[in-house]
């Protein structure tokens, strides 16, 4: 493999640096570097960051490749900038077996967009009732370490007990999507001012903030590690923090639409808006920007969860819930953090790669930018300004609530271990 | 006035108050020995109904009549929230027949406000009840119903609701017809107490333009009109209340309760009415109930309603104004 030459980049935001990638590592990082032989990328004013790691990705195959497929699924994270995606465990068949799990992860291997690391269900079918076989996912060539019913949230206290007991063996984590069931009957948005006018049946905060005190408590009393899913609402940002304070091992995933929009746009009725958890207020908004500036929430997640037009361009009652999100999701950072000045570059390298790598054990992923460090970078045009246009996606869906929005920052190169897997923001 | 009708909270003072007027003229209309007018002739109008409601539908077919309409009459019941695409693949078929209008009932909130904002369809949309969201016809008609009572047949003419109080009882919670009452009254100038156990309120309602009281008692004596709302005996099951006999001795209205009320308010019900737990035969009989003019009233609220969004420029009842210029 040839030597490429990133010239003038900043490094985590800081000052103009030189990356000479020799084969699948940073062979060396410094200023005036020679050219010689290398392929130079001219990087002047753009930020260099590590490659980007989503703990939350839905890539629907098996079973739903009319939405999205490991192939289109990875391609469109190599053009938001990201090196590895963990992929949700709803399929059909569901990721409870290690036979599932192996599928999917050798398929992220052969298309070499970004490395895919599956995630294992908690429970059989994501019914929650008898526990998955985690032990065989972690042992399978996957080597599953994150657990999660996603979509569904592992309710029963003594399943969510067990399953947080069992995977320390193997040094696992439970990813929680936090939905308290009853609470939640026929919820289509955020319960509050808006969801009263618009009669549409209410997701109240206590859903998933009642979830959330619980399941820290667990994980304290039986001393695990549990991962809260796609936190949306100001309370539970007060539980993590409390949680944190008391050194209980709890870390939290925020989406970008979490921190961008609010549940105003339901007004529109356009189910392009309507995702799990739902849309919440501005206050809440307000809360999840701090409290990731703050750590209290440690990674953005996207929650990138494709759906065909078809079931988006209905009533609303009637449309699947979820919004894309790998392509858009650094733009959403920047706007909402970095230009807020709530996080520089290094904290965005933090949040959207390093934390979310510890946290999936994704090793290779989130290192530093530094010689012999694997090359796994990703590089931000952090100037231009655009319109999002969905036509472009390399997603196989396109059910983005930004069409026509200007957001800022374009992912103009992303290098998995060395090898280009976007060029001028064109992928190979 | 707007293209379409979907919400209560979209009409002005002005454009309220200006059906209100108009279905004043085409009540006319059911007084004389031929019931019709040639106003829509050769326009087509389509009552699409998702979701069961025989009153509903044969009430707006009779407006639709009235005014020469032709009308078609679409049921497709259960075909909606499991099947999402049928809406669009619907409305785009009416829309191939070329329909001027279309009459909908759907059991999703905000269906009719899609089928107008989606670029599925040319025609009017008219909302004829969605989800638990809104109902304007049903305000409309009611508000008509307040006007002649509270203020006069004729001379209510040209005036709003100004300075009435308005009691609304029930289950506010799954309630369209509460929400757009909620809106139109306000818009009309009145002021509206909304009184239902705690359970049935929704979460959010202390933005909306009323008063929200637990106890109904207290709120009787200073009531022009009252308006029970319909309960389901299946919320019993959900627990929004332990008993429907509680329920009844708490929210219902008996002859006892009506008692309390100023000697010239009016009892309103949407219908249809669960005799004995939201209201007794004894109110429900009286002279001060009624329901059977709310009924007459939607007819002429509907004329009024679909002949200002079909481009009503011309007086809606030629003969009847030129009578009184002449």
Known sequence: MSKILIRGAKVLGGEPQDVLIDGEVIAEVGTGLSADGAQVVEATGKVLLPGLVDLHTHLREPGREDSETVLTGTRAAASGGYTAVFAMANTFPVADTAGVVEQVYRLGQEHGYCDVQPIGAVTVGLEGKKLAELGAMHESAAGVTVFSDDGKCVDDAVIMRRALEYVKAFGGVVAQHAQEPRLTEGAQMNEGVVSAELGLGGWPAVAEESIIARDVLLAEHVGSRVHICHLSTAGSVEIVRWAKSRGIAVTAEVTPHHLLLTDELVRTYNPVYKVNPPLRTERDVHALRTALADGTIDIVATDHAPHPHEDKDCEWAAAAMGMVGLETALSVVQETMVDTGLLDWAGVADRMSVKPAQIGQATGHGRPVSAGEPANLTLVDTEYRGQVDPAGFASRSRNTPYEGRRLPGRVTHTWLRGKATLVDGKLT | ?326
């Open chain 2, 1 to 326: 006035m707007q293209r379409h009708l979907i919400s209560a909270a979209d009409l002005t003072r002005d454009d309220a108050v200006l059906i209100l007027d108009t279905a004043e003229e085409m009540a006319r209309v059911a007084d004389r020995p031929i019931k019709k007018l040639p106003t829509l002739r050769g326009r087509t109008v389509v009552n699409l109904f998702f979701e069961d409601s025989t009153r509903t539908r044969i009430s707006f077919e009779a407006a639709e009549k009235r005014l020469s309409a032709d009308v078609i009459n679409f049921t497709a019941k259960g075909s909606s929230v499991s099947k999402g695409e049928s809406l669009k693949d619907t409305a785009q078929t009416l829309e191939a027949m070329g329909v001027d209008a279309v009459v909908i009932r759907h059991g999703a909130s905000g269906a009719p406000y899609r089928l107008a904002n989606s670029g599925w369809i040319d025609a009017a949309v008219i909302n004829a009840g969605d989800g638990t969201h809104q109902h304007p016809t049903q305000a409309l008609l009611d508000a008509f119903t307040m006007r002649r009572r509270l203020v006069g047949r004729d001379t209510g003419l040209g005036k709003d609701l100004s300075g009435r109080r308005i009691t609304i009882v029930g289950d506010v919670l799954h309630s369209r017809v509460a929400r757009s009452n909620v809106d139109l009254l306000h818009t009309l100038g009145a002021e509206v107490t909304l009184v239902a156990p705690p359970t049935l309120v929704p979460v959010g309602v202390e933005t909306w333009p009323c008063e929200v009281s637990y106890d109904l008692d207290s709120t009787l004596p200073k009531s022009d009109a009252v308006m029970m709302l319909r309960v389901q005996r299946e919320r019993m099951n959900a627990a929004f209340f332990p008993t429907e006999r509680e329920y009844s001795r708490r929210y219902g209205l008996d002859g006892e309760r009506m008692a309390k009320m100023p000697e010239h308010a009016i009892v309103m019900h949407p219908g249809p009415m669960v005799r004995g737990m939201e209201i007794t035969a004894e109110v429900a009989d009286s002279d001060r109930c009624t329901v059977v003019e709310q009924v007459a009233n939607g007819v002429s609220i509907r004329m009024a309603v679909l002949y200002l969004l079909l481009g009503g420029n011309e007086p809606a009842v030629p003969n009847a104004r030129t009578n009184e210029e002449k």
